[in-house]
């Protein structure tokens, strides 16, 4: 049996999580609200699971993590090739915006709905992108996205970002181009492109964006008219890095570059938030909020990272030279990764502890990225370790029990550990939106630290 601090799921609820992971269906408008000067926007998850049967499942999740594979290559190649953003005070505003699963626009990352240039668009909420994008008439290559594309002549607000800009300077350093980003003088081009293949390309212009009733004028963007990956149905993608053309760096003045998530497991059908502004009344979190310092690192770019410095299974502190080594505990936690992602050294003791704890559990053949894993068949109940995160400070995260394991078949035959490996030590973790279901996530970059809090991630 497992050693303390374990928790008993059930084995009727494991079945359910991969179930309900196939999604399928239509998909509802996210909605906002404005809340004591808040405003808040509803989240949801989205997985890009089809309607056949166990099989085809099983070939969609093998995609989507051979993706977020590609996302972490991707992202290890970014880092140090930035410059920290200066952030400047300002008076604090609050707004809330529903965060949900991106389930049934097929996506395992999670959405939400803004307005730009008086129409809607469903997007991807993305903490390691500088820039927010949507696809654009007319579109040369665009993906099937749920809602109208949105018309820029359309928009008597819009207007396309000229050449001989600061934003259109700011552009170049934040994707790391060389030379002249412009196809003409009058106006600013871009091209977003990722290792899995994945790309956006068009022009930066500027509208009106709508947060839940809070409007930011002339809110730069990406207008994308070729734009092709594992966007799903979505319109495309929000960027809240710490870029200066981020929507944390624009909004600084209504909302003092602080923001905040609770991101809903996608099991569970319930609608999470993404809260602009410092106000924590507006949180519903069931224990104190801890927080630890942002790393200070002249190569984070547009990252948030911070110190992990331990890792807890089933009540057992894990042993690792990770921890200790040069920068080794250096983590980013990022929204638009799934899977938690760990240096070899600490991966390989976090492993081993799980296969000691469920050592009474038969094993099953590994899963595209995740090689620890189960066979649970026929079991009415099982010891689940817990896992905890400690951060520098003193703050202890401990993740949400969907977020340990990953059900693969829907007879519990193939059930993996929720952890990956990188390739190499001197790979930087990645702590993904998987293991970050049901906490209060908090981003204060004015203060320099990011916060965790449980929370039952259910938008009213």
Known sequence: MARGGAHVVAAAALLLLLLLAAGGGGVHCLRSRAVSGATVLELRHHASFGPGGRSSRAEEARGVLA??????????????????????DAASKLAQVPVTSGAMLRTLNYVATVGIGGGEATVIVDTASELTW????????????????????????????????????????????????????????YALSYRDGSYSRGVL???????AGENIEGFVFGCGTSNQGPFGGT?????LGRSQLSL????????????SYCLPPKESGS?????????????????????????????????????????????????SPGFSAGGGGRAIVDSGTIITSLVPSVYAAVRAEFLSQLAEYPQAPPFSILDTCFDLTGLREVQVPSLKLAFDGGAEVEVDSKGVLY??????????????????????????NYQQKNLRVIFDTAGSQIGFAQETCDYI
């Open 248 to 259: 944390i760096s624009q909004t600084m003045e209504q909302f003092g570059g602080v923001f």
């Open 235 to 239: 319109s495309g993608l929000m960027g």
């Open 67 to 88: 993706s977020d594979a590609a996302r972490v290559s991707s992202l290890q190649r970014r880092i140090g090739s930035y410059g920290l953003i200066r952030s400047s």
């Open 407 to 432: 059900v693969v078949s829907g007879d519990a035959s193939q059930v993996c550990l929720a952890l990956a490996a990188l390739r190499s030590e001197d790979d930087t973790p990645i702590i993904g």
């Open 271 to 319: 609608s999470g938030s993404l809260v602009l502004g410092d106000d924590s009344s507006v949180y519903r979190n069931s224990t104190p909020i801890v927080y630890t310092a942002m790393v200070s690192d002249p190569l984070q770019g547009p990252f948030y990272m911070v110190n992990l410095t331990g890792i807890t299974v089933g009540g057992e502190e894990v042993q």
């Open 205 to 211: 212009a500027h509208d009106k964006l709508s947060l």
């Open 134 to 189: 949507v696809q654009c008439k007319p579109c040369d290559a665009c993906h099937d996205q749920q809602e109208p594309l949105f018309d820029p002549s359309a928009s008597p607000s819009y207007a396309a970002v000229p050449c001989n800009s600061s934003s259109c300077d700011a552009l170049r350093v934040a994707t790391g181009m060389s030379g002249q980003a412009c196809d003409q003088p009058a106006t600013c081009s």
